[in-house]
């Protein structure tokens, strides 16, 4: 069945570079979507990637996407304290009509940027 | 533009009762999902509308139900309460063109005693 993997957790130093990495299973998936959720808060759109492209840049984000793998990876340049929330990768299922509202999310990845 | 609108922000019920959540979405926004979040299943699709039908759902027992308006407001609802249906419901729009950005609310929280 569909699935979508990621770590957990992840700290870095202010500063840094955040790698965020997401496995997933369904070959099909047309996007694979990254959104970032604080405390209280609903999910907030960083970035997506369309399937037959391999990466995508937005300012400080990286979108890798390693297609055969089923890898994907979201990579914050520059990380802040305030980059410090739950990171979530989705991929997209194709439903009928050529819908793509229905995701497939991982768990989350918790960022912890410290100063 | 104003974003996705969901309301009410916070609702406490109690087991047996009933629910109508309400969600706005983004202008010229034809498709509405809704998912679940909860700490220990995480994300979850519960079903999308496109011009006021039903066009995908999710693995939900048919105490979740929901409409489309033909302004392409979307409500939920959830009948007969369980204690396991206290969550974080999000709502997301898009275009429903298979293009596809989707934006989600702040979500209602409910809390089911």
């Known amino acids: 069945g569909e699935d979508v993997e990621q770590s957990l957790f992840l700290s870095v130093r202010e500063g840094d570079s955040s790698v965020i990495n997401c496995t997933y299973t369904?070959?099909?998936?047309?996007?694979l979507y990254w959104y970032k959720q604080e405390p209280g808060a609903g999910l907030q759109l960083l970035t997506y990637?369309?399937?037959?492209?391999d990466m995508k840049q937005d300012q400080r984000l990286t979108v890798l996407l390693n297609k055969k793998d089923k890898h994907l990876s979201l990579r914050i340049a520059d990380t802040q304290t305030g980059d410090s929330a739950i990171y979530f990768c989705?991929?997209?299922?194709?439903?009928?009509?050529?819908?793509?509202?229905?995701?497939?999310f991982g768990k989350g990845t918790k960022l912890s940027v410290k100063p | 533009k104003a974003g996705v609108t969901q309301t009410p922000r916070y609702l406490i019920k109690t087991r047996g009762q009933q629910v109508t959540l309400s969600c706005s979405p983004i202008?010229?926004?034809?498709?509405v999902s809704w998912y679940q979040q909860t700490p220990g299943q995480g994300l979850q699709f519960l079903f999308e509308?496109?011009?006021?039908?039903?066009?995908n759902k999710g693995n939900f027992p048919g105490r979740f139900s929901g409409r489309q308006f033909s302004n392409s407001r979307s409500e939920m609802n959830v009948s007969t309460l369980e204690l396991g249906d206290s969550a974080l419901y999000l709502c997301?729009?898009?275009?429903?063109?298979?293009?596809?950005?989707?934006?989600f609310g702040s979500g209602t929280q409910l809390s089911v005693l």
């Open positions: 997301a729009s898009s275009l429903g063109q298979g293009n596809e950005k989707l934006l």
């Open positions: 369904d070959s099909s998936s047309t996007y």
């Open positions: 990637i369309f399937s037959n492209m």
């Open positions: 989705a991929e997209s299922q194709e439903g009928y009509g050529g819908s793509q509202g229905n995701l497939i």
């Open positions: 202008s010229g926004h034809r498709s």
């Open positions: 509308y496109f011009s006021e039908t039903q066009r």
